[in-house]
């Protein structure tokens, strides 16, 4: 990153996850069998109550074990958090399954380098 170029770099996860926080992603959720869980307030949460809206993928450097995905969520109630989870062949069951069920799933794009769009994650 650039000094004092107002551009946040999304290239790791805890970037992301900062970046997310202050747009006002400070929810923690997780899978289970029940469904989608926001663990401070401790509701649940099916597929048709959410909405993804972004999601980051992350792969290791040299471990393709490594790889993981961000999801940025707002529920039909308004809180809005963040779940991450391994991504392929290590990601969580619960997970893949409960995310291939929720229908509104958008994904914001990076502008190009050297585009004077900005990006609004």
Same mark, same amino acid.
């Given at each position: 990153? %650039?000094?004092? =170029?107002?551009?946040? +770099?999304?290239?790791? *996860?805890?970037?992301? *996850?900062?970046? &997310?926080? !202050?747009?006002?992603?400070? !929810?923690?959720?997780?899978?289970? +069998?029940? $469904? *989608?869980?926001? *663990?401070? =307030?401790?509701?649940?949460?099916?597929?048709? %109550?959410? /909405?993804? #809206?972004?999601?980051?993928?992350?792969?290791? %450097?040299?471990?393709?074990?490594? =790889?993981?995905? &961000?999801?940025?969520?707002? #529920?039909?109630?308004?809180?809005?958090? #963040?779940?991450?989870?391994?991504?392929?062949?290590?990601?969580?069951?619960?997970?893949?399954?409960?995310? #291939?069920?929720?229908?509104?799933?958008?994904? /914001?794009? &990076?502008?190009?380098? $050297?585009?004077?769009?900005?990006?609004?994650?």
């Amino acid at each position: 990153m %650039e000094p004092n =170029s107002g551009k946040i +770099e999304m290239r790791t *996860l805890s970037s992301c *996850l900062s970046k &997310l926080k !202050e747009d006002g992603y400070i !929810e923690n959720f997780m899978v289970n +069998e029940y $469904g *989608l869980r926001a *663990l401070d =307030s401790e509701k649940y949460y099916t597929p048709a %109550e959410i /909405k993804i #809206t972004n999601f980051f993928r992350f792969e290791g %450097e040299s471990d393709p074990g490594d =790889s993981s995905i &961000l999801y940025s969520i707002e #529920t039909n109630d308004g809180i809005k958090g #963040t779940l991450s989870d391994a991504f392929g062949a290590y990601g969580d069951e619960h997970v893949m399954q409960f995310m #291939t069920s929720v229908e509104e799933i958008m994904k /914001k794009t &990076l502008p190009k380098p $050297g585009s004077t769009e900005s990006a609004n994650l």
